[in-house]
């Protein structure tokens, strides 16, 4: 066949079985992935730079007999270097940017037999939750291009949603895989600390807050690449504890009955309730627990929310400053307003002010939150809340107000990091940055593996995620659960009308 038609049927295991039964080639499935993106992504701005030839090439040689291979691919712009293509974290100063290694997590996804046709849209940095940069303009939901497609993996979100491939990377240090899952419709996991690598170039990741996975429509293929990608690297800090089967077989393995917690309450920041329909589709994900017979009651773990948000953005603040002035090292410049957008910039200079006691004291804060929550994980196996206290939201409705960025901009302006922080102005600040992931950054500090399962859509047809999060260590209960919930109300079917 000259062409795939099916091709947006599969998930990338169902394309991979295709190809290993003779009935498509990989050539085959890049050029339905390639028509896919050029029919779409003018709409939604979720790819930023394609390698259609690379992948052309690469679909006609010896691929590795891994178990997605032939499947097409996009990598997000962030921390995943692809040799020889631009790595430009979406700041100005990366544009022109390339390495000329892979990194090892790509290096993995490639044995795995994956093909790469480009790389997916990110806020700079990935700081924010939303995918609206400066240098690529916002990437929209392919549910309603006027609302947010998340971040900060929003490109990959958007562009596995709109079906462009069946698979696309992410990476989260404070929801960016769960956020693009939850607002897109999709299936995100956020596996265990440790779990995959950070090398060669980086040793861990926002104190090891970030780690890097994928985007699926199923829970399978999530599972696979886990496999295929599981184990630290050399020079690693510290490594999951084994799996003890791969996580692919708990794909429909008997969950068991489970303890499972829930709450509403937030875990970090401002504690306010979420918006009626998160709290509608959580208690439809609580009511179809039950039906499962799962033992589900109310629970949640108790930390000092407004010291957790503060210690976190202390680190945020501090990893800005460092991710600018290394950048700037790189292509052989200084440090330059004109370079990074206002809220990097003043987030940069913030992290600038603080001084290293203040950055090891909120390492030491998390430190604590992250010895208040284990013990809870001890009495439940999964705990389940909303993603995301909100529907997609507009773009635009996350970013600062017209007189919020002429604060800002004055602070900038000033670099008035110091005098920010003297006047005991980041508390409030730390509050409000938490208030959209106030269910998601705990997580991450910990380092347990949490996913945003799509079990919930709005009269608007509206995606809403419900997150799920295990201990640590056992993504082999969650991947259970989801095929158990995958099986049971079905997301796959749905499709956004592009």
Same mark, same amino acid.
């Given at each position: 066949?000259?062409?795939?038609?099916?091709?947006?049927?599969?998930?990338?295991?169902?394309?991979?079985?295709?190809?290993?039964?003779?009935?498509?080639?990989?050539?085959?499935?890049?050029?339905?992935?390639?028509?896919?993106?050029?029919?779409?992504? @003018?709409?939604?701005?979720?790819?930023?730079?394609?390698?259609?030839?690379?992948?052309?090439?690469?679909?006609?040689?010896?691929?590795?007999?891994?178990?997605?291979?032939?499947?097409?691919?996009?990598?997000?712009?962030?921390?995943?270097?692809?040799?020889?293509?631009?790595?430009?974290?979406?700041?100005?100063?990366?544009?022109?940017?390339?390495?000329?290694?892979?990194?090892?997590?790509?290096?993995?996804?490639?044995?795995?037999?994956?093909?790469?046709?480009?790389?997916?849209?990110?806020?700079?940095?990935?700081?924010?939750?939303?995918?609206?940069?400066?240098?690529?303009?916002?990437?929209?939901?392919?549910?309603?291009?006027?609302?947010?497609?998340?971040?900060? &993996?929003?490109?990959?979100?958007?562009?596995?949603?709109?079906?462009?491939?069946?698979?696309?990377?992410?990476?989260?240090?404070?929801?960016?895989?769960?956020?693009?899952?939850?607002?897109?419709?999709?299936?995100?996991?956020?596996?265990?600390?440790?779990?995959?690598?950070?090398?060669?170039?980086?040793?861990?990741?926002?104190?090891?807050?970030?780690?890097?996975?994928?985007?699926?429509?199923?829970?399978?293929?999530?599972?696979?690449?886990?496999?295929?990608?599981?184990?630290?690297?050399?020079?690693?800090?510290?490594?999951?504890?084994? &799996?003890?089967?791969?996580?692919?077989?708990?794909?429909?393995?008997?969950?068991?009955?489970?303890?499972?917690?829930?709450?509403?309450?937030?875990?970090?920041?401002?504690?306010?309730?979420?918006? @009626?329909?998160?709290?509608?589709?959580?208690?439809?994900?609580?009511?179809?627990?039950?039906?499962?017979?799962?033992?589900?009651?109310?629970?949640?773990?108790?930390?000092?929310?407004?010291?957790?948000?503060?210690?976190?953005?202390?680190?945020?603040?501090?990893?800005?400053?460092?991710?600018?002035?290394?950048?700037?090292?790189?292509?052989?410049?200084?440090?330059?307003?004109?370079?990074?957008?206002?809220?990097?910039?003043?987030?940069?200079?913030?992290?600038k002010a603080f001084s290293a006691a203040d950055y090891a004291g909120a390492r030491r804060q998390l430190g604590y939150a992250a010895r208040q929550i284990g013990p809870f994980f001890q009495q439940y196996d999964v705990l389940v809340t909303p993603t995301l206290p909100l529907p997609p939201v507009m773009i635009g409705a996350l970013q600062p107000?017209?007189?919020?960025?002429?604060?800002?901009?004055?602070?900038?302006?000033?670099?008035?990091?110091?005098?920010?922080?003297?006047?005991?102005?980041?508390?409030?600040?730390?509050?409000?940055?938490?208030?959209?992931?106030?269910?998601?950054? @705990?997580?991450?500090?910990?380092?347990?593996?949490?996913?945003?399962v799509p079990l919930h859509w709005t009269d608007a047809g509206l995606p809403v995620g419900i997150q799920f999060v295990g201990r640590f260590g056992d993504e082999a209960t969650l991947f259970r659960l989801a095929a158990q919930l995958e099986q049971a109300r079905?997301?796959?079917?749905?499709? @956004?009308?592009?």
């Open positions: 066949m000259s062409t795939f038609a099916e091709y947006q049927q599969y998930d990338a295991l169902g394309l991979a079985e295709l190809v290993r039964q003779g009935q498509v080639t990989p050539l085959e499935l890049v050029e339905a992935a390639i028509a896919r993106i050029e029919a779409v992504n @003018p709409q939604i701005n979720a790819v930023t730079y394609t390698m259609f030839n690379q992948a052309r090439q690469a679909a006609q040689r010896d691929l590795p007999d891994g178990p997605l291979r032939g499947v097409p691919f996009l990598v997000k712009d962030l921390l995943a270097l692809v040799a020889g293509a631009p790595t430009t974290a979406s700041t100005r100063l990366l544009k022109e940017w390339s390495p000329a290694i892979d990194s090892e997590m790509v290096r993995r996804w490639k044995q795995a037999g994956l093909i790469i046709l480009g790389k997916t849209n990110t806020p700079e940095f990935g700081i924010t939750p939303y995918t609206e940069p400066t240098l690529f303009g916002p990437t929209r939901n392919p549910y309603d291009l006027a609302r947010t497609a998340g971040g900060s &993996s929003g490109g990959s979100g958007a562009a596995v949603a709109a079906r462009m491939t069946p698979i696309a990377s992410g990476g989260d240090g404070g929801g960016s895989i769960r956020i693009p899952s939850a607002v897109n419709g999709v299936f995100g996991l956020k596996p265990t600390r440790g779990r995959t690598p950070t090398g060669p170039v980086n040793y861990e990741l926002w104190e090891g807050f970030a780690i890097e996975h994928v985007l699926t429509r199923s829970v399978r293929d999530s599972a696979a690449l886990l496999d295929a990608t599981a184990g630290a690297d050399p020079g690693a800090p510290y490594a999951a504890p084994p &799996s003890e089967r791969p996580f692919l077989q708990e794909v429909g393995r008997d969950p068991g009955k489970l303890r499972i917690a829930y709450t509403t309450r937030s875990l970090i920041g401002v504690d306010e309730p979420p918006d @009626p329909e998160c709290t509608r589709g959580l208690q439809g994900a609580l009511q179809l627990l039950r039906d499962l017979g799962h033992e589900v009651e109310e629970a949640a773990p108790v930390v000092d929310n407004e010291a957790l948000a503060m210690a976190f953005l202390t680190i945020i603040c501090g990893q800005a400053w460092n991710d600018m002035r290394e950048t700037a090292a790189l292509v052989g410049k200084k440090v330059s307003r004109g370079d990074f957008e206002l809220l990097t910039w003043v987030l940069g200079h913030l992290g107000t017209e007189s919020e960025r002429r604060l800002l901009s004055a602070i900038g302006t000033l670099r008035a990091g110091k005098i920010l922080a003297s006047l005991n102005l980041v508390r409030p600040l730390a509050l409000a940055t938490f208030s959209y992931i106030r269910y998601l950054a @705990p997580f991450n500090v910990t380092g347990q593996p949490a996913m945003s079905p997301w796959a079917g749905r499709m @956004p009308a592009l």
